[in-house]
């Protein structure tokens, strides 16, 4: 499966910005699709996604502030974060895994300003 991600950028605490990740090819057999975020000097984390098109888990830390959702017309799936904190600043990866694959795409970075 091939992702684009696109939509981060700088901005000031308080603030909101959409990811939006654009996937295409063997969608058919998709297990899991969402978001992980890597900040400077740290793991690469999980942040938000939808296991087997069941339910939406959040990671604690962006529970009430960030929202998953999916265009499944456009193959698109979107991160909306609201409420930006300066420790929510990381590149930000899409993420896809079924059977026989785990694929990335190439990650947009958000740089959250105090």
């Known amino acids: 499966v091939q992702l684009q991600a696109s939509g981060g950028g700088l901005v000031q605490a308080g603030g909101s910005l959409r990811l939006s990740c654009a996937f295409s090819?063997?969608?058919?057999?998709?297990?899991?699709i969402g978001w992980y975020r890597q900040a400077p000097g740290k793991e690469r984390e999980f942040v938000a996604g939808?296991?087997?098109?069941?339910?939406?888990d959040y990671s604690d830390s962006v529970k009430g502030r960030f929202t998953f959702y999916r265009d499944n017309a456009k193959n698109t799936v979107y991160l909306q974060m609201n409420s930006l904190k300066p420790e929510d600043t990381a590149v930000y990866y899409c993420?896809?895994?079924?059977?026989?694959?785990?694929?990335w795409g190439q990650g947009t970075l958000v740089t959250v300003s105090s």
């Open positions: 993420n896809v895994r079924g059977f026989g694959y785990n694929d």
């Open positions: 090819g063997s969608t058919f057999s998709i297990k899991f």
């Open positions: 939808i296991s087997s098109g069941v339910s939406t």
